[in-house]
């Protein structure tokens, strides 16, 4: 029995949209964001709706859809609800290419099926992410520009100008990743961080080989996704709510989850290039059948990746945020001048590698 | 090059294609900030003309707020008065309730007993550390740490229990009367007070040591907001943020009231006129004031807390129910009021945003004929414009944070 590919890959897109994205930003996201945030500040936070609030999320999304949907009088209609179907259909696209584990056989009637768990194997799924996170920009400049507001505008402004700066140091930190694995496919980019580094028990990913890529490019995401100290598109005391001041409703909602999702593929990029991906270091010395190591895998991916994304968050709840200017200063002198120091470094090590130092 | 193009060539290069532009350099936007915006503490209207995100001009517009306390006063009882200055800066009732009377007790020529003003000088300072405490945590929220504004609002809702425990309000305290107090500091409230005491300092620091060792919110102050000595005092600024400019001016110490001359504390002065210079002169008062306190419950000594004035002291309710004198003093005050001579005074106190005044002006008669309030939110405010200029937006809410202006008492 052979699937078509398009049947595979439709039945992929619905189980990571609806088993793992959505419940991701449910419950990942804003209930754990909510509750995160509640403990750092002496607070409960939500505890009403359901046992310890587990069911705040679904008493939130239905309040969205029910509220009404005020477009001001004098914004630009179409484009203004354009802007976050941009950013939400954005946001879902980066997780095409998200490898989630190795491959999963399935025996069906006695013959293996190696299942990818990716949704689609792009050879070039370095710069698709690359492309999807300067498009995710539109989302935020027309939005911002449409609702005729100054703040929103002011909102969309500045997130083009930090999108741009930062994007620059976003790709110049992939490119030493590039040039160690030689490949822009994210699963051969992970397949390529297996084995071990240095004293032969340190796993072999890239935030071991690449410390300044790793440090440049995970400040880099957090300008791309706009949360703080990078807020600045929507700094709430400076510009009211900046962008999508004027949006209210599902539209908002959907502002709130492409950012949410946004925040995902920025921790699972990071888990990705840097942090091995699906890959669970010491797991050949178990001995176990395939099929529990791939869900081992799968397993490892999404603990780091929710460790990066309490990070993310616990970032958020103690930092203040920049200023425009000390923002582009660290964009342009600091973060540019570094990661191009790690691209010469990167040919450095290829050209003579570590160990042939010292004979 | 053939006939055709050349005249095409011939009609290009004749034609005007020049633009004009008025000012070409003429981009600027005017921003309406306020009056309602979350950064402007309140009703604060803000109109900025904006090159960019650069700020060119800006014009502070008041008056959101005013609800005529200068002219409601002429219509009340001097007692009748002191639950609206509660309402003034509203971050500090306690404050404000004791400086009115102060001032009424100056035109009364009476003095509170010790033990009324050394429990007077507790709670002003208690106002102080409340009031800085917000102060902070605002201008951190402004800034966009948002954490450290629930960590000193957590000290702050401590210090409330403390005044309902006191005053029977949280908010509106209205505890002092001319003369005296509400009614004696109970034991149970000084213990209360001395327990919060005892463990402050600690969660003090853990919210200061939060924002202190941030680079990113010294650098959002470092600099910005910036006013020079002369200027500082040409704009009538007062409180820590001329203290931040290095004048050393304290009315505590300059011209000490109540008990504060019996008391040993430093004023913190900085130097350097910015916002960060703002913020560490009120998170050093919030150490001094812990300080005051301490020193006055040690040294507090037993007594009465009502001056022995029948004719000008509202006498104790059980005594009007049992004693004939009291209920007639009680029924000509109150009907009357306290009648001081004609005369006018001006008292002060250094209130926790800076020079918090009472000018009466009397007749004789049982209402003040004026009274005005030199309230110091208002002066602060003053020189809004000339510190925002030249900066960013972002520097505005950093420098509205660090003034930190109450529009109750701005607007009065």
């Not at chain 1, 290419?97 to 299942?115: E, W």
């Not at chain 2, 004719?311 to 009680?330: A, C, F, G």
Request: proline share 5%.
């Amino acid at each position: 029995m052979e699937i078509s590919p398009v049947i595979e890959a439709l039945i992929k897109i619905i189980v990571v949209i609806f088993f793992i994205l959505l419940p991701c930003v449910a419950y990942l996201g804003v209930q754990l964001e909510r509750k995160l945030s509640a403990w750092i500040q002496n607070r409960v936070g939500p505890n009403r709706v359901g046992p310890y609030g587990l069911l705040q999320p679904l008493a939130d999304i239905p309040k969205l859809f029910f509220k009404e949907d005020i477009v001001p009088a004098a914004a630009n209609k179409f484009v203004h609800s354009l802007g976050p179907l941009i950013s939400l259909t954005i946001a879902f696209s980066t997780f095409a290419v998200m490898p989630f584990g190795d491959t999963l056989p399935i025996v069906v009637n006695g013959v293996v099926h190696n299942i990818s768990l990716q949704i689609a194997n792009v050879n070039i799924g370095v710069l698709y992410v690359l492309a999807l996170s300067s498009l995710a920009v539109y989302g935020i400049t027309l939005s911002g520009w449409s609702s005729n507001n100054k703040y929103s505008l002011l909102g969309g402004i500045r997130s083009s100008a930090q999108m741009i700066s930062y994007e620059l140091s976003l790709g110049l930190s992939i490119i030493g990743i590039v040039m160690l694995s030689n490949t822009l496919q994210l699963n051969d980019i992970v397949k390529a961080q297996s084995g071990y580094y240095l004293f032969g028990f340190l796993p072999n990913w890239n935030i071991f080989v690449q410390p300044i890529g790793f440090i440049t490019f995970f400040v880099a995401m957090f300008a791309e996704t706009n949360r703080l100290p990078f807020d600045l598109p929507e700094a709430e005391p400076e510009l009211v709510a900046g962008y999508h001041t004027e949006y209210t409703g599902m539209k908002f909602g959907m502002f709130m989850l492409s950012e949410f999702l946004a925040m995902f593929a920025a921790a699972g990029m990071i888990t990705t290039l840097y942090l091995g991906g699906w890959q669970a270091p010491y797991i050949e010395y178990l001995n176990l059948s395939p099929f529990v190591v791939s869900l081992v895998q799968v397993g490892a991916f999404f603990t780091k990746f929710a460790l990066i994304v309490v990070f993310f968050m616990i970032v958020r709840w103690s930092m203040p945020r920049f200023r425009y200017d000390q923002l582009m200063n660290i964009g342009w002198k600091v973060m540019i001048p570094l990661s191009l120091l790690n691209i010469a470094l990167t040919g450095l090590f290829i050209l003579k590698p570590i160990h042939t130092w010292f004979n | 090059m053939d006939i055709r193009q050349q005249k095409i060539l011939a009609a290009l290069e004749n034609k005007d294609t020049s633009v004009y532009f008025k000012d070409a350099l003429d981009n600027e936007m005017v921003l309406n900030m306020g009056p309602q915006h979350p950064a402007t503490h309140g009703v604060l209207r803000l109109l900025i003309k904006l090159d960019g995100e650069t700020v060119a001009a800006c014009v502070p517009e008041l008056g959101y707020l005013h609800r005529g306390y200068e002219k409601l006063a002429e219509n009340c009882s001097y007692h009748e008065f002191i639950p609206h200055t509660d309402r003034l800066d509203y971050l500090s009732p306690l404050m404000n309730n004791t400086a009115y009377v102060l001032a009424v007790e100056k035109l009364l020529g009476i003095e509170a007993p010790k033990r009324a003003q050394y429990i007077r000088t507790i709670i002003s300072e208690m106002a102080r550390v409340s009031s800085h405490l917000l102060g902070i945590g605002a201008l951190a929220m402004d800034v966009g740490a948002l954490t450290v504004f629930t960590w000193t609002f957590r000290e702050r809702e401590k210090m409330y229990d403390i005044f309902e425990l006191l005053t029977g309000a949280r908010f509106t305290t209205s505890f002092t009367r001319v003369g005296g107090l509400a009614h004696d500091m109970t034991p149970d409230v000084i213990s209360a007070v001395k327990a919060f005491f005892d463990q402050f300092p600690e969660k003090f620091n853990e919210c200061i040591t939060m924002l202190n060792t941030n680079r990113i919110f010294v650098e959002r102050l470092d600099g910005v907001g910036r006013i020079s000595k002369e200027k500082a005092i040409a704009m009538g600024m007062s409180g820590p943020n001329l203290r931040a400019v290095g004048v050393d001016c304290d009315l505590r110490k300059t011209q000490p009231y109540l008990i504060y001359n019996e008391i040993d504390f430093d004023i913190p002065v900085f130097n350097d006129g910015d916002c960060l210079s703002r913020y560490y002169v009120r998170l050093n008062e919030v150490k001094e004031s812990v300080k005051i306190i301490r020193q006055c419950l040690e040294k507090m000594p037993a007594g009465p807390v009502h001056a022995n004035e029948p004719k000008k002291v509202l006498p104790r309710k059980e005594q009007v129910y049992t004693k004939m004198e009291e209920l007639i003093h009680d029924f000509m005050l109150i009907n009357f009021g306290v009648n001081p001579p004609v005369g006018e005074v001006y008292h002060a106190v250094e209130a926790s945003k800076g020079e918090l005044g009472f000018y009466i002006q009397s007749r004789g008669e049982g209402h003040p004929w004026r009274l005005k309030i030199r309230s110091p939110s208002f002066m602060n405010l003053q020189s809004t414009s000339m510190l925002v200029e030249g900066g960013m937006i972002s520097d505005i809410v950093a420098v509205l944070g660090s003034l930190d202006p109450v529009m109750g008492e701005a607007d009065k």
